[in-house]
């Protein structure tokens, strides 16, 4: 299981409502993988990603990518295989949480923030397709954000 997150120490979308996910993590292991751009242009491959193992199921991956390279998922898993950490199999799964945008109860946004906040995310390219992972690989949950 890979989770992709932007949070380095936990995995913010999987909640009391997934207990599905929450189930399989207890069996599987666990990458937490988080994509940063760096701020050089370019990124060498020995520095591509930074692995490490808290226990003998969790590994958290930080990958790296220049402001002028493609962010894509090959780099990665080919960087993780030359450090032992083989993710590139037909049983690997990637969770992505693809948000569904809520008025908050406490402090909302404006109303025409929020709308235009939700134009933007609506046109956006989601990142699994931005970063070529493959659609049999991908698990999308669905979170609420409230904003």
Not at 97 to 120: G, N, S, T
Request: glycine content about 4%; aromatic content about 10%; hydrophobic content about 45%.
């Amino acid at each position: 299981m890979i989770f992709l997150t932007g949070d380095q120490h936990g995995v913010p979308f999987v909640g009391a409502k997934h207990q599905w996910v929450r189930a399989r993590a207890d069996e599987e292991r666990v990458v937490l993988l988080t994509l940063v751009r760096a701020a050089r242009p370019y990124v060498p491959e020995s520095e591509r990603v930074r692995i490490e193992r808290t226990s003998q199921r969790l590994t958290l991956v930080t990958a790296q990518f220049g402001y002028m390279e493609r962010t894509t998922i090959d780099p990665v898993l080919a960087a993780c295989a030359a450090k032992d950490l083989h993710l590139d199999s037909d049983e690997t799964s990637f969770f992505y949480a693809d948000p569904k945008l809520v008025r908050a109860r406490e402090r909302p946004l404006p109303a025409w923030q929020r709308r235009y906040f939700a134009f933007l995310t609506r046109n956006a390219r989601p990142l699994p397709d931005d970063i070529g992972i493959r659609p049999e690989w991908l698990v999308e949950l669905g979170v609420e954000v409230a904003i």
